[in-house]
């Protein structure tokens, strides 16, 4: 038996003249976490929406363990969704808000009244369930929606910005939390959000929407390191795109980049990661921790180019450099500043380039 939980294809949703999902198509299998991230307006929320039957598709169909959703209501639905207020009934008790979903079904007091328990344990709020929700604090009233989305065993469970009401140092605490849960129970969930950290900290996989589709889909690993598009490489996390052009590197297995400031020797891409053909025009996508700065001495080693730092940030773990070569700006993080030193504004300094890169074809 397959996997598969969920499969879209093809899934559109139009308002009036305006095209909010475009054809988006994808699968999400039993057991682990897709986050659909992307920048404003491309489309992720309204798709987490029509999974969980808040809206009706245009187009394509959404299947679930191999049926179809289309006419079928959010609360029979086999999916559950938490929202980003956690929308909690006010003058219902902490206990009572997680057996709304269970009193729905009609299930018997005492299966109700124990698997309440059972949640509540789950979620770390053991004794808690007497307590209004204004009672508590924005992880603690997180925690109760999770449990009432938990309490129906969603077959697919939907987080849509769980944790953006959330401040920085709770943010990063319920992420471990969400993410234990969702391995220790086994659960196969679904999280919109828009901070990229979040995505690559708890995902198994993340899509990439652009314009209503899935630019790229694939591990935090791949979207980060191997990014499919420009888009991708520049939506994630902080990058140098270098434009260049590829020709014969100077011996078997290498292959010469010629960039603005020089050219680049690389190791040629294994053939299951064969990037833009020798002779044409290509991006090279480099992270800025990549590069390694030091002072410039002769001769220079193979790869490293001499540069100016233009600007320099302190951040604590890292300093954040822009160094001009030929004129032209680099990004550099050096991390570990106090070991390697600073190098302060208008000093000279050489870059040193890694031999592998990821080359992208150029666009346009």
Same mark, same amino acid.
């Given at each position: 038996m397959?996997?598969?939980?969920?499969?879209?294809?093809?899934?559109?949703?139009?308002?009036?003249?305006?095209?909010?999902?475009?054809?988006a198509?994808?699968?999400?299998?039993?057991?682990?976490?897709v986050?659909?991230?992307?920048?404003?307006?491309?489309?992720?929320?309204?798709?987490?929406?029509?999974?969980?039957g808040?809206?009706?598709?245009?187009?394509?169909?959404?299947?679930?363990?191999?049926?179809?959703?289309?006419?079928?209501?959010?609360?029979?639905?086999?999916?559950?969704?938490?929202?980003?207020?956690y929308?909690?009934?006010?003058?219902?008790?902490?206990?009572?808000?997680?057996?709304?979903?269970?009193?729905?079904?009609?299930?018997?007091r005492?299966?109700?009244?124990?698997?309440?328990?059972?949640?509540?344990?789950?979620?770390?709020?053991?004794?808690?369930?007497?307590?209004?929700?204004?009672?508590?604090?924005?992880?603690?009233?997180?925690? !109760?929606?999770?449990?009432?989305?938990?309490?129906?065993?969603?077959?697919?469970?939907?987080?849509?910005e769980?944790?953006?009401?959330?401040?920085?140092?709770l943010?990063?605490?319920?992420?471990?939390?969400?993410?234990?849960?969702?391995?220790a129970?086994?659960?196969?969930?679904i999280l !919109?959000?828009?901070?990229?950290?979040?995505?690559?900290?708890?995902?198994?996989?993340?899509?990439?929407?652009?314009?209503?589709?899935?630019e790229?889909?694939?591990?935090?690993?791949?979207?980060?390191?191997?990014?499919?598009?420009?888009?991708?490489?520049?939506?994630?996390?902080?990058?140098?795109?270098?434009?260049?052009?590829l020709?014969?590197?100077?011996?078997?297995?290498?292959?010469?980049?010629?960039a603005?400031?020089?050219?680049?020797?690389?190791?040629?891409?294994?053939?299951s990661?064969?990037?833009?053909?020798?002779?044409?025009?290509?991006?090279?996508?480099?992270?800025?921790?990549?590069?390694?700065?030091?002072?410039?001495?002769?001769p220079?080693?193979?790869?490293?180019?001499?540069?100016?730092?233009?600007?320099?940030?302190?951040?604590?773990?890292?300093?954040?450099?822009?160094?001009?070569?030929?004129?032209?700006?680099?990004?550099?993080?050096?991390?570990?500043?106090?070991?390697?030193?600073?190098?302060?504004?208008?000093?000279?300094?050489?870059?040193?380039?890694?031999?592998?890169?990821?080359?992208?074809p150029?666009?346009?």
């Amino acid at each position: 038996m397959s996997d598969e939980v969920l499969r879209l294809e093809g899934v559109v949703k139009r308002f009036g003249a305006v095209t909010a999902v475009a054809g988006a198509a994808g699968a999400v299998h039993r057991g682990e976490m897709v986050t659909f991230l992307g920048p404003s307006g491309c489309g992720k929320t309204t798709l987490l929406r029509l999974v969980g039957g808040f809206l009706e598709a245009d187009g394509g169909s959404i299947l679930l363990e191999g049926k179809s959703l289309r006419g079928v209501p959010p609360h029979r639905r086999d999916t559950a969704m938490v929202f980003q207020n956690y929308a909690l009934f006010p003058h219902l008790s902490v206990a009572d808000n997680v057996a709304y979903g269970l009193k729905a079904r009609r299930l018997p007091r005492g299966e109700i009244t124990a698997r309440v328990e059972e949640l509540l344990k789950t979620v770390q709020l053991e004794g808690f369930g007497e307590r209004r929700p204004h009672q508590l604090s924005g992880g603690q009233q997180q925690r !109760v929606a999770l449990a009432r989305a938990l309490s129906i065993q969603p077959k697919v469970l939907l987080l849509d910005e769980p944790l953006s009401n959330l401040d920085a140092a709770l943010r990063v605490a319920m992420r471990a939390e969400i993410r234990r849960l969702q391995t220790a129970l086994h659960l196969t969930v679904i999280l !919109v959000t828009h901070d990229q950290e979040e995505a690559i900290s708890m995902s198994d996989r993340i899509a990439i929407m652009r314009h209503g589709r899935f630019e790229q889909v694939g591990t935090p690993l791949d979207i980060y390191e191997s990014p499919a598009t420009e888009f991708v490489a520049t939506f994630i996390g902080r990058v140098n795109l270098i434009p260049g052009r590829l020709s014969q590197g100077p011996e078997a297995g290498q292959v010469a980049f010629h960039a603005w400031f020089g050219t680049l020797i690389l190791r040629a891409p294994a053939p299951s990661q064969a990037g833009p053909p020798i002779s044409s025009e290509a991006r090279a996508v480099i992270r800025p921790e990549r590069l390694l700065l030091a002072s410039p001495r002769e001769p220079l080693p193979r790869n490293t180019f001499r540069g100016e730092v233009a600007e320099s940030t302190y951040t604590g773990q890292v300093v954040r450099y822009t160094v001009l070569l030929q004129g032209k700006p680099l990004r550099v993080d050096a991390w570990d500043p106090v070991r390697v030193g600073r190098f302060p504004e208008g000093s000279a300094v050489a870059v040193q380039f890694p031999e592998t890169l990821h080359l992208l074809p150029a666009e346009g």
